[in-house]
């Protein structure tokens, strides 16, 4: 992120950066040797209930996630993560580990400590890369536990605190029936069968047995779960702001004429039927691409008097297998620079999206065009 600075910083300017950063971190993270169990376990609950009400005031299930349908509320829980739990994660398993050797051997905190690590470095994956994982280590609800009783304070048994919780992220779901979908222009009638699961009568007589998921990951072994429940399921609703699915569970979802939206886009998809309901793609989504896509355009240095026109399925679907721009050139062109620029442009498409397919013609040969879908949208100028 920093290479194209380096006419303005030298490498060893930045690297005396890097290594005054790394110095404070470690400063802010020293650990102090504790011999009192009572003293280092108080620190340990004070960064746990910390931790607990930042998840409780901005997580994922909070009030201003779910009222706000993932807009700013998830950016402050982001940011909430990286600031303060990721660190008070790592300050807790310090505090246990540094200090392991001041208390008799076998310590039982220690091993209770190791489970939590566990969910620490799943955490941590699921905050700091793209690569979201369904299945990850939650938090273990008998550390805060253990800690807690060994301290004398009163804490629910882990078992009642899960089943609180579980209503707690039903009633979300509730929330989004009650809300959203029982008052949706194209939903003629909706009949709520258990916990999670409804059916949901459209006006244009389509019927549908819809199951809403608080999944944070949606994967392809997710929707095999949900059909191993109840085969009969033909839509799928990640209900949760801060959830998402995977690529592959959608085009499989797709192949199996199963509906897999977030709550967003399936109260849009439900105004349209066949393959445009299956793969429906969201206003904002489709702007975003198209910002992208002029992005791009511009950084491969397009020739003067040079358009670039999008059309195809990745402006159409949520799925796309390829990406199809048009190139316009007036005459006469400079072919060199032009054929440099489709290059560069193919190169930074591929390296974003996937596979890109470009076509080039003339102003003249474009105005004779009739392509197959008439959804040409100019990228750039």
């Known amino acids: 992120m920093v290479d194209e600075l380096d006419r303005c910083f030298s490498v060893e300017e930045m690297q005396s950066w890097k290594t005054a950063h790394a110095r404070k971190i470690t400063s802010q993270f020293s650990v102090p040797s504790i011999k009192d169990e009572r003293a280092l376990l108080t620190e340990v609950n004070d960064l746990l209930n910390e931790n607990a009400a930042l998840f409780r005031e901005c ?148 019927k549908l047995k819809v199951f809403v998921t608080n999944t944070y990951y949606f994967t392809d072994y997710t929707l095999e779960r949900v059909l191993e429940v109840d085969p009969a399921v033909n839509v799928i609703i990640c209900s949760s702001p801060a959830g998402q699915y995977s690529g592959s569970a959608k085009e499989l979802c797709i192949e199996r004429g199963i509906g897999l939206f977030m709550l967003g886009e399936f109260m849009g998809a439900i105004n349209l039927s066949g393959e445009q309901y299956l793969n429906f793609l969201l206003r904002a989504d489709r702007e975003r691409r198209m910002e992208n896509l002029k992005q791009l355009s511009r950084e491969a240095d397009p020739p003067p008097r040079t358009e670039v026109f999008a059309f195809g399925s990745f402006i159409r679907r949520k799925h796309y297998h390829d990406v199809d721009l048009m190139v316009v050139y007036e005459e006469p062109e400079d072919s060199c620079k032009l054929k440099e620029f489709e290059s560069e442009l193919e190169r930074l498409l591929r390296k974003r999206f996937g596979e890109p397919d470009i076509s080039v013609a003339s102003a003249r040969e474009f105005t004779a065009l009739r392509l197959e879908y008439d959804n040409l949208s100019r990228v750039y100028p």
């Open 59 to 206: 997580g994922p299930y909070s009030e201003s996630v779910l009222g706000g349908l993932g807009g700013d509320g998830l950016k402050v829980w982001k940011k909430r993560c990286l600031d303060t739990i990721l660190p008070n994660n790592q300050r807790i398993i310090a505090l246990i580990e540094s200090n392991k050797r001041n208390f008799p051997y076998p310590w039982d905190v220690y091993p209770r400590m190791l489970e939590y690590k566990i969910h620490v470095d799943a955490f941590q994956d699921n905050c700091l890369t793209d690569q979201k994982i369904n299945d990850y280590k939650l938090f273990p609800r008998g550390f805060d536990h253990f800690v807690k009783t060994r301290l004398g304070i009163d804490s629910p048994p882990p078992q009642v605190v899960a089943q609180e919780e579980l209503e707690f992220r039903y009633n979300t779901v509730k929330k989004f029936v009650e809300e959203f979908l029982s008052g949706h222009s194209a939903i003629a009638n909706l009949q709520e069968i258990n916990r999670g699961t409804m059916f949901v009568e459209l006006r244009d007589g389509r």
